[in-house]
């Protein structure tokens, strides 16, 4: 049995970060763990309500009392780039960061999550760079004018599947607008965002961004519920997101939400035939299938379903799963232990559900300290299957067949969730045809993943509220004031003078 070694020295115990300082918060030591080979590798200082008050004060006195709201544009740029520039020079300590939180493979952090936390940061500065406003001119002589200003004081939910590159996207938008915040890792994932926060020290003058840790039903709800927070901008589960709202909503905070989804990934037999199933691999297994967007129910048009599902069972089974450090691996664990196990459940449940496991299914035999399973897809018995209708979250994909295009989309559109749809198929007609009939915010067209910043992304239904984006984040983040100015005086009427 391999024990893998931890990615790097983790820090002995993890704190908030409030005022460009270390922050000790009040409340219990919390242990977090390495999924690579189970171990608690250190405890996280948990930040309470008088933590929180903390961190909100910091944040209103920098945006009430500095010139922090009010930089040019181009001061602001320099800002986004430089915070781009310090995740490029400390990448590896990052990525290695990362590692430990989430188990997630060190090649794929390099190579993509990171890169795309730096890019964050450079989008909005390119963003902001080309803002423009509204104006309009009315014929009784009036010049409006409409403002965008920063929305003040924003919190920041993040989840545990991909800290970095997630976060900075709030935390690149809110300072591109103008913003201060306050951001709540998970708290099984903190290692690589509080390094992140103590190495923007640097760059961001103090309580631009503020970092507080601990579990989401004391932390993050203290943090949701505080008066002071303009905004709450969340990226989680869906019964979380309904609690965040209803949190919020007692005092009115706006929010968003992006949650959960179960995405239809559907194959037609039009489809290029090989791509479609490299593309269903890509879709269920990329990120150690911990990804909102992943396409994990697979519906396949019958005229090719039994050689596509043999296929994809015979390339699952070949599938390198094991050390996150490892360059071959192509899984790495799951995040903790109870999601593993939680996962595992919809394997045992599925076969007395009268589903089919067809591959996977199980915990790794050689690996009993980490949280390593095998990956998984399963037959369903039909889309009412709960392994066709509940977010899983990991590497299990769910197989359904259908026969004609009417019934690919009654099945697709058969969901709480409306966050992505995925289409494969070389005929134009029926492109366009079920792209324009799916229940959600995101169509990807013979290509397992494309995430265009400049547009929304976000969902229909139950995975979410609002959309994250360049124009997206920039409402979200700033209030807009309308402004009226007469072009020359006007004749006002003279109240109490004689008529
Ligand atoms: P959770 O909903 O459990 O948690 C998300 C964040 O919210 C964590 O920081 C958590 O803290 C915090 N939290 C939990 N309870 C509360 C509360 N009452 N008030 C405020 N904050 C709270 O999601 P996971 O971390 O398990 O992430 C997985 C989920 O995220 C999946 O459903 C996935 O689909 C979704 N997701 C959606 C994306 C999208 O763009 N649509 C992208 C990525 C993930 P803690 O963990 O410390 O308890």
């Given at each position: 049995?391999?024990n893998?070694?931890?990615p790097?020295?983790p820090?002995?115990i993890?704190?908030?970060?409030?005022d460009?300082?270390?922050?000790h918060g009040?409340?219990?030591?919390?242990p977090?763990?390495?999924p690579?080979?189970?171990?608690?590798?250190s405890?996280?200082?948990?930040d309470?309500?008088?933590d929180?008050?903390k961190?909100?004060?910091s944040?209103?006195?920098?945006?009430?009392?500095?010139d922090?709201?009010?930089?040019?544009v181009?001061k602001?740029i320099?800002?986004?780039?430089?915070?781009?520039q310090?995740i490029?020079?400390?990448i590896?300590?990052?990525?290695?960061?990362?590692?430990?939180?989430?188990g997630?493979?060190?090649?794929?952090i390099k190579?993509f999550?990171?890169?795309r936390?730096a890019y964050?940061?450079r989008?909005f500065?390119?963003?902001?760079?080309?803002?423009?406003g509204?104006?309009?001119?009315n014929?009784?002589g009036?010049?409006t004018?409409?403002?965008?200003e920063?929305?003040?004081?924003?919190?920041?939910?993040?989840?545990?599947n991909?800290p970095?590159?997630?976060?900075?996207?709030?935390?690149?938008?809110?300072?591109a607008f103008?913003?201060?915040?306050?951001?709540?890792?998970?708290?099984?994932?903190?290692f690589s965002?509080?390094?992140?926060?103590?190495?923007?020290?640097?760059v961001?003058?103090?309580?631009?961004?503020?970092?507080v840790?601990?579990?989401?039903?004391?932390?993050g709800?203290?943090l949701?519920?505080?008066?002071g927070?303009?905004?709450?901008?969340?990226?989680?589960?869906t019964?979380t997101g309904?609690?965040?709202m209803?949190?919020?909503g007692?005092?009115?905070?706006?929010?968003?939400?992006e949650?959960g989804?179960k995405s239809a990934?559907i194959?037609?037999?039009?489809?290029?035939?090989?791509r479609?199933?490299d593309g269903?691999?890509i879709?269920?297994?990329?990120?150690?299938?911990?990804q909102?967007?992943?396409g994990?129910?697979?519906?396949v048009?019958?005229?090719?379903?039994d050689k596509?599902v043999?296929?994809?069972?015979?390339?699952?089974?070949?599938i390198?799963?094991?050390?996150?450090?490892?360059?071959?691996?192509?899984?790495?664990?799951?995040?903790?232990?109870?999601?593993?196990?939680?996962?595992?459940?919809f394997?045992?449940?599925?076969?007395k559900?009268?589903d089919?496991?067809?591959?996977?299914g199980k915990?790794?035999?050689?690996?009993?300290t980490?949280?390593f399973?095998?990956?998984?897809a399963?037959?369903a018995?039909?889309?009412?299957s709960?392994?066709?209708?509940e977010?899983?979250?990991?590497?299990?994909?769910?197989?359904?067949?259908f026969?004609?295009?009417?019934e690919?989309?009654?099945?697709?559109?058969?969901?709480?969730f409306?966050?992505?749809?995925?289409?494969?198929?070389?005929?134009?007609?029926?492109?366009?045809?079920?792209s324009e009939s799916?229940?959600?915010?995101?169509?990807w067209?013979?290509?397992?993943?494309?995430?265009?910043?400049?547009?929304?992304?976000?969902?229909?239904?139950?995975?979410?509220?609002?959309?994250?984006?360049?124009?997206?984040?920039?409402?979200?983040?700033t209030?807009?004031?309308?402004?009226?100015?007469p072009?020359?005086?006007?004749?006002?009427?003279k109240?109490?003078?004689?008529?």
């Amino acid at each position: 049995m391999t024990n893998f070694q931890n990615p790097i020295d983790p820090p002995e115990i993890v704190k908030g970060w409030i005022d460009n300082k270390v922050h000790h918060g009040k409340g219990k030591e919390i242990p977090v763990f390495y999924p690579g080979n189970g171990s608690q590798v250190s405890v996280l200082v948990e930040d309470t309500e008088d933590d929180i008050d903390k961190a909100v004060e910091s944040a209103r006195r920098t945006f009430d009392k500095t010139d922090w709201s009010k930089l040019s544009v181009e001061k602001r740029i320099e800002v986004l780039e430089a915070c781009r520039q310090v995740i490029l020079d400390n990448i590896d300590e990052l990525a290695l960061l990362e590692c430990l939180g989430t188990g997630l493979i060190l090649r794929e952090i390099k190579g993509f999550h990171l890169q795309r936390a730096a890019y964050n940061f450079r989008f909005f500065a390119q963003y902001i760079s080309q803002a423009h406003g509204e104006r309009y001119d009315n014929t009784d002589g009036y010049l409006t004018l409409v403002n965008r200003e920063p929305a003040g004081v924003v919190g920041l939910i993040a989840p545990w599947n991909a800290p970095m590159a997630l976060a900075t996207m709030k935390i690149a938008a809110a300072v591109a607008f103008g913003n201060c915040a306050i951001l709540k890792p998970s708290e099984q994932t903190p290692f690589s965002l509080i390094k992140l926060a103590t190495l923007l020290r640097d760059v961001l003058p103090e309580g631009v961004l503020n970092l507080v840790n601990g579990r989401g039903p004391v932390t993050g709800s203290s943090l949701v519920s505080h008066p002071g927070i303009d905004r709450i901008s969340f990226t989680g589960g869906t019964v979380t997101g309904r609690q965040v709202m209803s949190d919020a909503g007692k005092q009115l905070t706006p929010c968003t939400m992006e949650l959960g989804g179960k995405s239809a990934n559907i194959v037609f037999a039009s489809a290029d035939y090989e791509r479609a199933l490299d593309g269903a691999l890509i879709g269920i297994f990329s990120n150690n299938g911990q990804q909102c967007l992943a396409g994990s129910r697979i519906l396949v048009q019958e005229k090719i379903f039994d050689k596509f599902v043999e296929e994809f069972v015979q390339r699952t089974k070949k599938i390198k799963v094991g050390d996150p450090l490892n360059d071959k691996t192509e899984i790495g664990p799951i995040a903790s232990k109870q999601h593993m196990e939680r996962i595992l459940s919809f394997a045992e449940n599925a076969q007395k559900e009268g589903d089919k496991v067809l591959v996977g299914g199980k915990r790794l035999s050689d690996q009993k300290t980490g949280f390593f399973i095998e990956p998984t897809a399963v037959l369903a018995s039909s889309n009412n299957s709960k392994v066709c209708q509940e977010e899983i979250f990991g590497p299990f994909a769910s197989f359904v067949p259908f026969k004609s295009e009417e019934e690919a989309i009654s099945i697709a559109n058969d969901t709480e969730f409306g966050l992505v749809s995925y289409i494969w198929s070389d005929h134009m007609p029926t492109i366009m045809k079920v792209s324009e009939s799916m229940r959600s915010g995101v169509v990807w067209v013979n290509t397992p993943m494309m995430r265009e910043l400049r547009a929304p992304f976000g969902g229909f239904k139950n995975s979410g509220v609002g959309r994250e984006g360049g124009y997206s984040c920039e409402q979200f983040y700033t209030e807009e004031k309308t402004v009226s100015i007469p072009k020359t005086p006007l004749n006002l009427k003279k109240f109490g003078d004689e008529l």
